[in-house]
């Protein structure tokens, strides 16, 4: 493992906007690349005053930042930069306070650059199936939980998580924790002849007679590990991602709830190699 670039080389990389706008042609674009107006092989160069590239024989302009989320945005490029920086080297996510601070922005600005760059976390995430060893399990996020385990009260939102031994997570907002709610999460999800690891709660009986191997813990009787079966793993995540929301963003409401999942399952999934997350990012575009 590979810890990720410290500040110093990240100001050396991308100094200015230049720096970044040249980084985003070459990595979706290539340079020099064939013109796509006039066919030429050509080296593209900078337009002055514009964050454009022109060709060198017909001056077909091309703008990295389309359809990327810099696109519409007054804000420059080194601190959409920065700011992919800085949530993927935190462990615990980074709230609009911070980025507002750290990149002198308003905070509605620093507020939509955080959700634009969960957003994108998310997509370059992906959700591939599932398989091996998974680990299965329902939580749920705001107001108090009121009777046994909170199932089904209004004031909170359910999160059903299936997460991979050694493997990736994946999280879903659910409606709620019903039999007809999870199991086609699940049937769609982790492929057919998995080994999948619970705890008691009935939507989970049937997992057997739908292509699963399925084992069983019971905490109601302080059961946690019953053979190679047990839930520690994905209930550890659900504890990291309530820390951090507790520690760092204070609340979540239900309509954004998504894009943290999708950070922090990104920042998860990539947790082998924390020195590529930020790579990953800038090269996906």
């Known amino acids: ?30 340079n020099p690349v064939d013109c796509p107006k006039c066919g030429k092989h050509s080296k593209f160069h900078k337009r002055k005053n514009r964050p454009a590239y022109e060709c060198q024989w017909c001056s077909h302009q091309i703008s990295p930042m389309s359809g990327t989320p810099f696109e519409r945005s007054s804000t420059p490029l080194v601190k959409w930069f920065y700011a992919i920086y800085l949530f993927t080297t935190s462990r615990h ?18 507020w939509r650059m955080g959700h634009e760059i969960r957003k994108y976390m998310a997509i370059v995430d992906g959700d591939d199936n599932l398989s091996g060893h998974v680990e299965v399990d329902e939580t749920y996020l705001g107001g108090k939980r009121p009777g046994p385990r909170g199932r089904g009260q209004a004031h909170k939102t359910a999160i059903f998580g299936m997460l991979a031994r050694s493997g990736d997570v994946m999280t879903r907002i659910v409606p709620n924790v019903k039999t007809k709610t999870l199991r086609p999460i699940i049937k769609e999800n982790i492929d057919q002849g998995s080994t999948i690891s619970s705890d008691e709660w009935c939507a ?29 793993s994905i209930e550890g995540f659900w504890s990291q991602l309530k820390r951090s929301i507790r520690g760092t963003h204070v609340h979540v409401s239900k309509k954004y709830l998504a894009n943290y999942l999708g950070e922090f399952e990104y920042r998860y999934n990539m947790r082998a190699n924390p020195s590529l997350m930020f790579d990953r990012l800038l090269a996906s575009f």
Request: with cysteine.
């Open 204 to 232: 989970y009986k049937t997992l057997k007679s739908h292509g699963y191997e399925h084992g069983t813990v019971i905490h109601a009787n302080s059961e946690y590990v019953k053979g190679i079966h047990h839930t520690n």
């Open 93 to 110: 996510g980074v709230p609009a306070k911070e980025l507002q601070r750290q990149l002198s922005v308003t905070y509605k600005t620093a």
């Open 1 to 30: 493992m590979t810890k990720p670039i410290s500040i110093l080389k990240f100001f050396e990389l991308f100094p200015d906007n230049d720096a970044c706008l040249k980084h985003l042609m070459e990595t979706r674009y290539g």
